[in-house]
């Protein structure tokens, strides 16, 4: 039983909490650094006390378009780091001149030629070039080397001395930590026989081989170095977030963040509400999952304003491993608006028990809930949503007798969840009543054994050309489908894209144009792989109807 799994299961150890603090000691823990820090993610983020970098110094020089598009600010360590690699293969190798994109704007954000760039963590190193005549020189700008190590034009040469010095650099600095270096395979592979034919240390060689990284959801990178730092254990205490991997050898400070999270969790005790809110934000902010049991113990321990905000932070959180917590946090809530909020944060976590969960509100089955609590109408619609994006096809009958729901959003949100199930649109404009007539029609013309024989036939009905049981040759049409500005035929083909591939591209987390980028990439990566004849051709092929 389901039920019995999540009751077995116990709770992280909360800390043991000691006197009571001041405000003045929270005050001050929660008070900014001076210098400059890197918050959230690399897509999603923000610096503050950003540093202006010199245009130009000993060893490095920003291109001129940089100097209109003033994205040369950083934190403080990337700020130190670019003058001090440069540095180093200058005095390598006399005159040679990084040249430098984009690093971030000023104060983070937004910017307009990258998805990333938008912490201060970021950086686009151009590379190191030789002329026809093998003499060293400087770029002005960014040149595209293919496999044989020359630019389109054959005017200049992969510089695999200085490259490789570069990198080095970059992975041998001690004072920051590089988590990519992303560059297309074939100067990944020029570098590492280089790196081998001159001794470089072998565990340097092995970094290399790690985080020298084709990306699989952009342009190769055979044109610059995309440079990524870790966070600081500052940035870390207020608010960065990593993404990706973290290397076996990286020492992120784990144990003075872990310390700090401690005096924040009994910070959380403080004497005052206003401040024991700020404090549980700031949980929230850093994503402190130590923190769970206590934000949990908070949603009925304390007054509404901290209960609200506990709340909030458990959704930022969104780690799996705090599924179990939750569930079993439910059956002591007595306040129904609080449980719903908790389920709702639950379900939308990637855990294997979510779908369980969700059929077991469709049931009306409480027994995860509080003695003699049965499920709300946002128990439902949470239970509907998580069934819609992540179910099978056998929970359209659990699903359907919400269609004709006595509550008009709960009737709305189930044909939204038959959406996504499918892949094929509701009728616009038309009563609930003929609504849910349309979906208990289509189940009825339409039964299938999986979601995605739904997939196939809403495609084939939007004139995408893909066979009944489609397969890997089917990979580029649906790709094209990809462009159409239909948020739902794109969001179907890039799941029946996965369904396909086992390669995971979750829609609802991008745009539209970068979930096509994505798959083409991927694409594209796979037929280099496999050496197979390339379908760029096909995969640009307008959708046929």
């Known amino acids: 039983m389901l039920l019995a799994v999540i009751v077995s299961l116990t709770l992280l150890a909360a800390p043991t909490f000691a006197s009571r603090p001041t405000v003045n000691e929270v005050r001050t823990l929660l008070r900014s650094p001076r210098g400059s820090l890197s918050l959230g993610r690399t897509n999603g983020g923000s610096i503050t006390n950003s540093i202006e970098?010199?245009?130009?110094?000993?060893?490095?020089?920003?291109?001129?378009?940089?100097?209109?598009?003033?994205?040369?600010?950083?934190?403080?360590?990337?700020?130190?780091?670019?003058?001090?690699?440069?540095r180093i293969v200058r005095r390598q190798f006399r005159g040679s001149i990084l040249g430098i994109g984009n690093v971030s704007v000023e104060g983070g954000g937004p910017i307009g030629q990258s998805v990333s760039h938008r912490s201060g963590r970021d950086v686009d190193f151009g590379m190191y070039a030789k002329d026809r005549r093998g003499r060293r020189i400087n770029l002005k700008s960014f040149v595209r080397f293919g496999r044989d190590g020359w630019d389109r034009q054959h005017r200049y040469q992969f510089d695999t001395d200085r490259n490789l010095a570069l990198v080095v650099a970059l992975l041998e600095d001690t004072k920051v930590q590089v988590q990519w270096i992303f560059v297309a395979d074939w100067l990944k592979q020029k570098l590492l026989a280089e790196a081998w034919e001159q001794g470089v240390d072998p565990i340097i060689i092995s970094r290399m081989d790690t985080v020298l990284h084709q990306p699989g959801d952009s342009n190769p990178h055979q044109d610059h170095y995309h440079v990524r730092i870790y966070c600081s254990v500052d940035d870390r205490r207020h608010g960065c977030?990593?993404?990706?991997?973290?290397?076996?050898?990286?020492?992120?400070?784990?144990?003075?963040?872990?310390?700090?999270?401690?005096?924040?969790?009994?910070?959380?005790?403080?004497?005052?509400?206003?401040?024991?809110?700020?404090?549980?934000?700031?949980?929230?902010?850093?994503?402190?999952?130590?923190?769970?049991?206590?934000?949990?113990?908070?949603?009925?321990?304390?007054?509404?304003?901290?209960?609200?905000?506990?709340?909030?932070?458990?959704?930022?959180?969104?780690?799996p491993e705090l599924f179990t917590s939750?569930?079993?946090?439910?059956?002591?809530?007595?306040?129904?608006?609080?449980?719903?909020?908790?389920?709702?944060?639950?379900?939308?976590?990637?855990?294997?028990?979510?779908?369980?969960?969700?059929?077991?509100?469709?049931?009306?089955?409480?027994?995860?809930?509080?003695?003699?609590?049965?499920?709300?109408?946002?128990?439902?619609?949470?239970?509907?949503?998580?069934?819609g994006l992540h179910g099978t096809a056998m929970d359209a009958a659990h699903m359907r007798?919400?269609?004709?729901?006595?509550?008009?959003?709960?009737?709305?949100?189930a044909a939204r969840a038959f959406e996504r199930l499918t892949g094929t649109a509701s009728p616009g404009r038309v009563s609930e009543a003929e609504r849910a007539v349309f979906w208990e029609e289509f189940l009825a013309?339409?039964?299938?054994?999986?979601?995605?024989?739904?997939?196939?036939?809403?495609?084939?009905?939007?004139?995408?050309?893909?066979?009944?049981?489609?397969?890997?040759?089917?990979?580029?049409?649906?790709?094209?489908?990809?462009?159409?500005?239909?948020a739902l035929l794109a969001h179907t083909a890039s799941r029946l894209l996965t369904h396909i591939t086992g390669h995971p591209v979750d829609p609802r987390a991008r745009t539209l144009r970068n979930t096509q980028r994505a798959w083409r990439t991927f694409w594209r990566n796979l037929q280099a792989f496999t050496s197979a004849e390339p379908a760029e051709r096909s995969i640009r092929r307008p959708l046929e109807r």
């Open 53 to 86: 970098i010199p245009l130009s110094g000993y060893g490095y020089a920003f291109f001129p378009m940089i100097r209109t598009r003033k994205s040369h600010f950083s934190t403080s360590e990337m700020a130190k780091l670019i003058p001090r690699v440069a």
């Open 241 to 319: 977030i990593e993404r990706g991997p973290i290397w076996d050898w990286v020492d992120l400070g784990d144990t003075a963040y872990q310390e700090y999270v401690d005096q924040l969790i009994d910070a959380s005790r403080v004497d005052s509400v206003a401040w024991q809110k700020r404090v549980v934000e700031h949980l929230g902010r850093i994503r402190a999952t130590r923190a769970a049991p206590r934000l949990l113990s908070l949603i009925s321990d304390a007054l509404p304003p901290v209960q609200d905000a506990a709340l909030k932070a458990l959704r930022a959180m969104r780690e």
């Open 326 to 387: 939750f569930i079993r946090r439910l059956s002591t809530l007595s306040d129904e608006s609080h449980a719903t909020r908790l389920l709702r944060i639950a379900l939308q976590l990637e855990h294997p028990e979510a779908n369980g969960v969700a059929r077991m509100m469709l049931r009306n089955e409480g027994s995860i809930l509080m003695t003699g609590q049965r499920p709300t109408p946002g128990m439902i619609r949470a239970g509907l949503q998580r069934l």
């Open 401 to 413: 007798p919400f269609l004709r729901s006595a509550n008009k959003k709960t009737s709305k949100v």
């Open 445 to 486: 013309k339409h039964p299938a054994v999986s979601r995605a024989q739904w997939f196939v036939a809403a495609l084939r009905a939007a004139g995408v050309r893909i066979r009944l049981m489609p397969d890997w040759q089917d990979i580029p049409s649906l790709i094209a489908a990809l462009r159409q500005r239909n």
